[in-house]
């Protein structure tokens, strides 16, 4: 465990665990370094497994100033984590707000990834969805600050892609609970405003996509509507990805279906490693039903 001190003089805080392949993963918003248990734990065996807090979050620093923060200096921070520990690649791993951040690393650090997870990601994406995920954002981040993150968080929480985890394993929901309220209420407000708010749809960025051959395996929970659709897009146009669905499943995957989550994972990382994570076959992309021959 440690601190980096990114180029804005931000203090970050990580964790470490096992030898191998680097694997870095960058938590959502509702989370932070402690959500990634599961994965540690079973990927830390045969990988080097790096997690951290983004900024807001503590013990990492929570910049008082709104601006700085945003989707940008998310990517570059966990850049910084890994210039600092000297990692020249890694396995990328986000989720949510870290699936976000996962997938511009992609498009600016491509170099510097072994693959991309995106999980989770798309909230507030879809063209007629902008105006209003905006507009709910910066309610949100009033509550915070007008509540606290200790009370604010319990409602937060139960969100509707966040019951399924409830009814699944209540003990494991009560503890993300917990640890969802510890978390700074000037930190999750500023990162409501700052990353969440103000970050590009991803249907902007749909150049980007086609241009991206990163092996990218795409993550969702069947039942966490509002990044179905942008899972879809990104999978058509991503030609190095693949797209998991996990049934009965919401927003918070890792943590809801651990042992699929990392089934999934594990299996991904191998066919990277051993160079079998091909592009799509173009053969595969038509606009015919039965065949081209048709």
């Given at each position: ?287 015919s039903i039965l065949s081209d021959a048709?």
């Amino acid at each position: 465990m440690g601190h980096v001190t990114t180029k804005d003089e931000v203090n970050l805080y990580f964790e470490e665990s096992g030898t191998g392949t680097p694997v870095i993963f960058i938590h959502e918003y509702a989370g932070d370094y402690r959500s990634w248990e599961p994965q540690v734990r079973y990927f830390s065996r045969r990988y080097r497994c790096i997690t951290y807090n983004a900024r807001g979050y503590p013990p990492s620093d929570v910049p008082e100033n709104p601006d700085a923060y945003g989707q940008d200096v998310a990517r570059t921070d966990a850049l910084a984590i890994l210039d600092h520990l000297g990692i020249d690649r890694a396995h990328i791993v986000g989720l949510s707000m870290g699936g976000f951040a996962a997938l511009h690393f992609g498009f600016h650090h491509a170099d510097r990834a072994h693959s991309l997870v995106v999980a989770g990601c798309g909230y507030g994406a879809e063209p007629d969805k902008r105006a209003q995920f905006k507009t709910e954002a910066n309610a949100t981040a009033d509550g915070i600050e007008r509540d606290t993150m200790a009370v604010y968080g319990q409602v937060y929480g139960t969100g509707p892609a966040r019951v399924q985890y409830q009814n699944k394993d209540p003990r494991g929901f009560n503890e993300f609970i917990d640890q969802l309220c510890e978390h700074s209420t000037l930190g999750s407000a500023n990162t409501m405003r700052g990353v969440q708010a103000s970050r590009p749809s991803l249907y902007d960025l749909q150049d980007q996509m086609r241009k991206l051959v990163v092996p990218t395996l795409i993550v969702n929970g069947d039942e966490d509507d509002p990044c179905l659709a942008p899972g879809m897009m990104m999978k058509s146009l991503i030609q190095s990805s693949a797209h998991v669905v996990l049934p009965r499943t919401g927003h918070a995957t890792n943590l809801e279906e651990p042992a699929l989550f990392n089934m999934f994972l594990d299996n991904f990382f191998h066919q990277v490693e051993a160079g079998k994570w091909a592009l799509r076959d173009p053969r595969s992309i038509t606009s015919s039903i039965l065949s081209d021959a048709t």
